[in-house]
């Protein structure tokens, strides 16, 4: 549209000069000492007309002339912009291929070209860290410290996340310690941390926001507190008052659970609290289904002078291990014969010596359970 408006202007510009030049034959009188120049109107408007698309060629070629090294330096500029972009994408393809030392490469020839330095800088960081360059990765993590402060979050992330794959559970936990707000990522990223340096206790209080958040499946979620109320009960079997009070914190569905309760068995059977054991063992029969029951398997720990109080608690012996000796030391275990009376007083080994008590091993207590 505006080149045809162009068109029709020049159109009507050439119809009129002719018209003004034949009805106005107007003069321009030019006097100079001892000259006098006298020029038709149309043709002096020529001139001046002329004259000024003259200077104004001369003037552009002059500004152009001025103007070019600025140019070139801005074309080079841009050449060196152009090629770094290209670095970066190259450094993302070459990470992403798994060749690490070329992306290394390439995010360093995209952060002098003028990228933005936290995605050079953390791409840099992790190639590194694949080469097992920890020094590198070290200093790449640094760098971006001081070169980007804006993306904090960026690099304590990947901080945590390298060490972890270092296996630096407690350095990772302490740059995770850092972020203020986590999101869900980050949350995965602790509890993992924090499964790995076996802190059940953090574990075990990371849940609910992972709960809330649904970070994990529920049947995920389960299993893992499962696991660490477990491990949890293992930890403190070294003390029977520790023991028997995280266990009656513990809520009933939880007790009810076979490996919670197999665990808690076992560690009062280690401390000699034969009572708490049979309790949870009880407690685990009367719990489940009729029909699921095993009548023939179940475990009993005696004690000297027990006598007839063994009687009362459950006991089959048809779920005791084996004799298996050990260094130093043999497992004691119950002769398999029906006409063997429960709570008759202290098990003999298989050597014939009279033992202390008879510990059941892991494997009936979670049969039973």
Known sequence: MRALLWVIGLFALAVALPVAARYFP???????????????????????????????????????TLEMPARAKGFRREQRRLQAQRSFQQALTAFFEGRYGRAERAAREALEGGEP????LVIAARS???QKHFQSRDDYLQQLEFSAPQSSYLRLMTHAELLLEDRRYHDALQ??????DKHTAALRLELRAQQQAKNWDQVLGLLPQLEKRKVLEPSLLE??????????????AHDSKSLREYWDRLPSDLQREPRIAAAAAQGFVALGECNGAHAIVELGQRCRAPDQRKTAHSCMVLRPGQGTK?????????????????????RLTRPHNSNS???????????GGSSGWCRPSPASVQRVL
């Open 310 to 330: 063994g009687a009362s608690m459950i006991a089959r012996p048809a779920s005791w291990s084996p004799v298996s000796r050990r260094r130093g030391s043999s």
């Open 128 to 130: 590194a860290h694949e």
């Open 117 to 120: 330095p936290a995605l050079c």
């Open 26 to 64: 107007g003069y321009v009188l030019l006097v100079l000492p001892a000259h006098r120049v006298e020029l038709s109107l149309s043709f002096a408007a020529l001139l001046l007309a002329a004259a000024f698309v003259l200077a104004y060629i001369l003037l552009r070629a002059l500004s152009l």
């Open 341 to 351: 009376k429960v709570g008759a007083g202290p098990v003999r080994s298989a050597s």
């Open 175 to 180: 740059t995770l310690g850092k972020l203020h």
């Open 223 to 236: 299993q893992v507190r499962r696991y660490a109320q477990t491990e949890n009960i293992k930890r403190k």
